[in-house]
């Protein structure tokens, strides 16, 4: 299993969020920059479709996604006396003209659907994640208001409902009808 988690509140409109401006003349992808350093920090892409990944130096990717794509980065480091810091995020990528947040090493931000900074509370996002792959969901196509009741249910140390087959058709009904 792969560590991290730990959930702030979601923040205020206005505080830290902002609407992208002329984004159709930008590229119109969200860059997630990836660091390693072996043994020390290890930044990578839980799951998520990637549109494109390039090199960005020695120890650097980046990571790129689509508007309104849904992708977890796992965060970690370490030192010589163990983990110091785990945390998972799980946005949808940046759409032309939304009002986005900002995550670290996310350019330009996207819609955080969950955010955990926590070894213990990220192994429960994990373990969350690994069920939705075992009931043979892609976690890209889990309804996000899924994401955000995980979050805030893990953060408040409560339990959370399962993502089944059930709740993700119900979820795609609901697509289907446009809302």
């Keep these: 299993m792969r560590a991290l ?7 205020p409109p206005g ?29 990578w892409i839980r799951f998520g479709r ?7 130096g020695q120890d650097r990717h980046i990571a790129s996604f689509r508007p309104g794509a849904v992708f977890a980065v796992l965060r970690w480091s370490r030192s010589d006396f163990g983990t110091v810091h ?16 900002v995550s670290p ?13 926590d070894d213990r509370l990220v192994r429960q996002v994990l373990r969350a994640i ?11 196509d889990v309804a996000p208001d899924h994401w ?8 408040a140390g409560l339990p959370f409902r399962p993502y089944g087959a059930e709740r993700h058709r119900a979820w795609q009904q609901r697509q289907a009808l446009g809302s």
């Excluded at 505080?15 to 930044?43: F, Y």
């Design 130 to 140: 690994d069920d939705i792959e075992a009931a043979r969901i892609d976690p890209c």
């Design 86 to 101: 785990a945390s998972i995020a799980i946005l949808s990528a940046a759409a032309p003209d939304a009002r986005i947040s």
């Design 15 to 43: 505080s830290g969020t902002r609407v992208l401006a002329d984004r159709a003349s930008a590229s119109a992808l969200t860059e997630v920059e990836l660091v390693s350093i072996e043994q020390r920090l290890a930044q």
């Design 148 to 155: 955000r009741h995980i979050g805030s249910h893990v953060a």
């Design 105 to 117: 090493r996310v350019r330009p931000g996207g819609d955080i659907l969950l955010h955990v900074d």
């Design 5 to 11: 988690a730990g959930s702030p509140p979601v923040p």
């Design 50 to 56: 990637i549109a494109a990944m390039r090199p960005a």
